[in-house]
């Protein structure tokens, strides 16, 4: 089966003035298209500096990392910006939704910057609201949803553009455990659909719900197992 990531001796320092502070100190990795990956660590351990060179948002200082086939380990600016459009979509803890955007403008948003037009972006827009169970509440603006369904909205706008990589940093952070729980189910459905899903959490019930957990410790991978029950063959 074809990875749809793969990273070879990742490495990512940050410098503050003389002084270098090693967070990824060689990462391997190899994650299937279509497979449901929890990433877990503590805190510190480097999962949003991984999540972040994953999606495109940051490079590594040193190491490769093939996506989709494509080398984007030294990418700059405009050519990263354009495989992070065209291949990723990113769910955050915050939500990052513009408060005032309905649920459907801002999932359409990426679609206005792709320039699609407005007929097309509604329609898109709602197919994935549909998707995520929120077609009744797309007139509704964040502060009248809930913490849940305003990450259903992220997760729909991360999906607008058809993206076949889901990257999402603690997502369910700020939700309840029963929220959590829906969540992980539109993840699973998502991934059901033929997308990759990659999700950082610190709970070890939400992470089971995945179908391999990757956990890092101070930089590296300590442990990387799929559930018995899943087959997945490499
Ligand atoms: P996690 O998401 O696992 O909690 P992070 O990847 O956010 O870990 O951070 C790993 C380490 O890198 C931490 O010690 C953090 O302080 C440091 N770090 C993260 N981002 C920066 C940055 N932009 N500049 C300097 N240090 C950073
Ligand atoms: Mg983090």
Same mark, same amino acid.
């Given at each position: 089966?074809?990875s ?9 320092s940050?410098f503050? %003035?003389?002084?270098e502070i ?6 391997? +990795? ?8 929890? +990433?877990?660590?503590?805190?510190g351990?480097g ?6 060179? +994953? %999606? ?5 200082t040193?190491?490769?990392?093939i996506?989709n086939g494509?080398?984007?380990?030294k990418?700059?600016d405009?050519?990263l910006?354009e495989?992070r459009?065209s291949?990723i979509?990113?769910v ?16 359409a948003?990426p679609?206005?910057y ?17 998707k995520? %169970? ?7 603006k964040?502060?009248?949803l809930?913490g ?5 909205v992220?997760?729909?706008?991360? +999906?607008?553009?058809s ?9 369910t ?7 959590s ?5 539109i993840?699973?459905?998502i991934?059901e ?14 992470a089971n ?8 410790r101070? %930089?590296v991978i300590e442990?990387?197992?799929?559930r ?7």
């Amino acid at each position: 089966m074809k990875s749809i990531i793969h990273l070879e001796e990742i490495r990512k320092s940050y410098f503050m %003035g003389r002084q270098e502070i090693r967070v990824l100190k060689g990462i391997n +990795l190899d994650i299937l298209k279509n497979e449901y990956v929890a +990433l877990m660590g503590p805190s510190g351990s480097g999962k949003s500096t991984l999540m972040n060179i +994953l %999606g495109c948002l940051d490079t590594p200082t040193a190491g490769k990392y093939i996506l989709n086939g494509q080398d984007v380990s030294k990418m700059v600016d405009d050519s990263l910006a354009e495989v992070r459009n065209s291949e990723i979509g990113f769910v955050f803890q915050q939500f990052n939704l513009l408060p005032r955007l309905t649920a459907l403008e801002n999932v359409a948003l990426p679609l206005v910057y792709a320039g699609v037009p407005k007929k097309q972006r509604t329609e898109m827009a709602m197919e994935v609201i549909q998707k995520v %169970g929120l077609e009744e509440r797309s007139h509704h603006k964040p502060n009248e949803l809930s913490g849940g369904q305003n990450q259903r909205v992220a997760i729909a706008r991360a +999906l607008v553009n058809s993206p076949s990589l889901i990257l999402a940093d603690e997502p369910t952070g700020n939700l309840d455990t029963k929220t959590s729980i829906e969540i992980m189910d539109i993840f699973g459905k998502i991934q059901e659909s033929g997308n990759t899903v990659v999700l950082v959490t610190h709970e070890e019930d939400i992470a089971n719900h995945a179908h391999r957990i990757v956990r890092l410790r101070d %930089g590296v991978i300590e442990s990387d197992k799929r559930r018995s029950d899943q087959l997945v063959t490499v």
